[in-house]
């Protein structure tokens, strides 16, 4: 005890023990705080799941916020969806490049069209639209 006493004397000049509980109190004060905060920057993680476009987005989080194994999935059946965007290399022009998802599972049913690109595209603005979420902390619905 004598050399927490000699702490407290070495900074204030004097002891009582109503510092020593001060002094715990604010460390355990910090602890909690990084607690919630390291909790709080984790809480986008859970979000790995959205309807867009007709579809379910499903992917993973790895590192910073980095979104990875993005795809889309049926949103009658579940299954992976097929991505069609032949149509994309033939047209020059934005508005007729359409990616097409269909569900082999369903009977080859197209269950979503996006308009403007291929599935890089289409991807680049799921990514997006996450990450705006993310951001806005618009997500736990
Ligand atoms: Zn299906």
Redesign the pocket.
């Known amino acids: 005890m004598s050399y927490i006493k000699d702490f407290f004397i070495g900074i204030f000049g004097y002891y009582e023990d109503v510092m020593l509980f001060g002094a715990l109190a604010f460390i355990i004060l910090i602890i909690v705080i990084l607690f919630i905060l390291l909790r709080r920057k984790k809480e986008y993680e859970k979000f790995k799941t959205l309807r867009l476009y007709g579809v379910v987005w499903r992917w993973n989080w790895m590192g910073k916020k980095k979104i990875i194994s993005l795809w889309c999935y049926?949103p009658?059946?579940?299954?992976e969806l097929m991505c069609d965007d032949e149509a994309c290399r033939s047209n020059d022009l934005l508005a007729n490049k359409t990616t097409y998802f269909i569900?082999q599972?369903?009977g080859g049913?197209e269950?979503s069209r996006i308009v403007g690109g291929d599935r890089k595209h289409v991807l680049k603005i799921v990514r997006f639209e996450i990450n705006k979420r993310v951001s806005q902390n618009n997500y736990k619905k």
């Open positions: 049926c009658v059946c579940g299954s569900c599972k369903c049913v269950k």
